[in-house]
């Protein structure tokens, strides 16, 4: 017989024969014991399915049963298996799925079962010459079931997954579309959607929102579509993977950005998530993919989702040419406004004090570091100069040749004030490598 699709080819002497047909009808009437045995084995081998509660074992040695019913008739009518025949392995196969089993454990569970039911024949075949023979061509027949079966179970698994994936993806995206419209999800899908994520059910609970965009070769027009594809799938996963106060972000690829909104939970501490993201994007840039991320400030529930995405996407706009991470829950105000500040802001830098500026980043920035030491130490010289690790007179000097220079005493509150906005304006000018300050966001 030929088993193109299940059992390959049966061979043998009329002997050989009379003993395959003596082991597989033996078998077949001790099916249950074996049936057991393999549930048995399973559990033993595979934790996920062990922990289950007894209708799930139940249903498990059904399909043993069945697998096992459907090999023996087959192997003793000589005839090929058909998709017919094990069209019930859809059906488990979509509840392994639905239950959420790696498809791992499921196809190992099915390895397990097979590997009983082949250590069954052997004891049957009693050590003997025909029988050892009669039990090896079985052999051929069992590995091509085995094929046959677990493709077509395969199949089914990841079938389902891409259906609920899909699913999932639709349903997050019409819940962030609607929190971007300003509404708040009213019920069904969307809540449920929502609170999986941990937006809600308090409408006030702390959250953030994320706007991440692919930068260097794999964004713009000159990019590979495949390879662009396959970088902004990645980055989205990446982000959509982390856990936030025990949760996932609701995170959707939206248009040419990647969008998550992360509840952060009692307290509304969003440092954990930043360095998470900072982690993230370090590692795609590790595999080759570059990605600009900007964080909004911390908002008071989902009404606010609106104005924190405008924030991030703002956010991304303090970035270089290469990306990187901008935080704004880590930036002080007077950082985000010399961020944020205009040509006109950096024209009213008095020309002295922009000129000393320039020239002191050009060798290094000692005078900068210094003037920044004296503000932090309280206008304390010595402990500037401690932080500095430079002697006290040093540290004078060069507050005295700011003051020649520039005509700004650091001393004063006033003129002290006026060098670090310059300061702060100098940082925050465009980089050379984005010297447009080019605007990531869609």
């Known amino acids: 017989m030929s088993g193109g699709d299940g059992t390959g080819t049966f061979t043998g002497t009329d002997a050989v024969r009379t003993e395959r047909t003596r082991i597989l009808t033996e078998l077949l009437g001790r099916v249950d014991e074996l049936a057991d045995r393999a549930v048995a084995a399973i559990r033993a081998e595979i934790p996920a399915y062990d922990a289950q509660g007894p209708a799930f074992h139940a249903d498990v040695r059904e399909q043993v049963l069945r697998h096992y019913r459907n090999k023996l008739a087959a192997f003793l009518e000589e005839r090929e298996v058909t998709v017919d025949d094990i069209a019930f392995t859809r059906r488990a196969s979509m509840r392994r799925a639905r239950a959420g089993f790696a498809l791992a454990d499921y196809i190992n569970a099915y390895r397990v079962g097979q590997q009983v039911f082949w250590d069954a024949i052997v004891e049957r075949a009693g050590g003997t010459d025909v029988g050892n023979v009669a039990a090896l061509s079985l052999a051929s027949a069992l590995m091509r079931y085995i094929d046959f079966v677990s493709t077509h179970a395969a199949n089914t698994y990841v079938e389902y997954q891409r259906q609920a994936a899909a699913e999932v993806a639709r349903e997050s995206r019409?819940?962030?579309?609607?929190?971007?419209?300003?509404?708040?999800?009213?019920?069904?899908?969307?809540?449920?959607?929502?609170?999986?994520?941990?937006?809600?059910?308090?409408?006030?609970?702390?959250?953030?929102?994320?706007?991440?965009?692919?930068?260097?070769?794999?964004?713009?027009?000159?990019?590979?579509?495949?390879?662009?594809?396959?970088?902004?799938?990645?980055?989205?996963?990446?982000?959509?993977?982390?856990?936030?106060?025990?949760?996932?972000?609701?995170?959707?690829?939206?248009?040419?950005?990647?969008?998550?909104?992360?509840?952060?939970?009692?307290?509304?501490?969003?440092?954990?998530?930043?360095?998470?993201?900072?982690?993230?994007?370090?590692?795609?840039?590790?595999?080759?993919?570059?990605?600009?991320?900007?964080?909004?400030?911390?908002?008071?529930?989902?009404?606010?989702?609106?104005?924190?995405?405008?924030?991030?996407?703002?956010?991304?706009?303090?970035?270089?040419?290469?990306?990187?991470?901008?935080?704004?829950?880590?930036?002080?105000?007077?950082?985000?406004?010399?961020?944020?500040?205009?040509?006109?802001?950096?024209?009213?830098?008095?020309?002295?004090?922009?000129?000393?500026?320039?020239?002191?980043?050009?060798?290094?920035?000692?005078?900068?570091?210094?003037?920044?030491?004296?503000?932090?130490?309280?206008?304390?010289?010595?402990?500037?100069?401690?932080?500095?690790?430079?002697?006290?007179?040093?540290?004078?000097?060069?507050?005295r040749r700011v003051q020649e220079r520039t005509g700004r005493n650091p001393r004063h509150i006033a003129d002290l004030v006026d060098l670090l906005v310059a300061i702060a304006l100098q940082d925050a000018a465009p980089r050379r490598t984005n010297p447009a300050r080019k605007d990531w966001s869609p």
């Open 174 to 399: 019409d819940l962030l579309e609607t929190l971007l419209a300003g509404a708040l999800p009213a019920g069904g899908p969307q809540l449920a959607t929502a609170h999986a994520h941990g937006l809600g059910p308090d409408p006030r609970a702390p959250l953030v929102v994320v706007a991440a965009v692919l930068v260097g070769p794999d964004a713009g027009p000159g990019r590979d579509a495949a390879t662009g594809a396959d970088a902004w799938h990645e980055a989205g996963t990446a982000i959509g993977h982390l856990v936030v106060n025990g949760r996932r972000p609701l995170t959707v690829l939206r248009d040419s950005e990647i969008v998550a909104v992360a509840a952060l939970g009692p307290g509304g501490d969003p440092g954990r998530l930043c360095d998470r993201l900072q982690e993230v994007r370090d590692r795609l840039l590790g595999e080759g993919v570059a990605l600009a991320v900007g964080v909004s400030t911390v908002v008071p529930g989902m009404a606010d989702v609106p104005r924190a995405h405008r924030e991030a996407r703002t956010a991304l706009e303090f970035l270089p040419e290469e990306g990187g991470v901008a935080a704004l829950p880590r930036m002080r105000p007077f950082e985000y406004l010399a961020l944020r500040a205009d040509g006109t802001a950096r024209r009213l830098v008095d020309p002295s004090v922009a000129g000393l500026l320039a020239e002191d980043r050009a060798r290094g920035g000692v005078l900068t570091a210094t003037i920044r030491a004296f503000a932090a130490a309280d206008l304390n010289l010595r402990a500037a100069a401690e932080r500095l690790q430079i002697h006290h007179n040093t540290a004078q000097y060069r507050l």
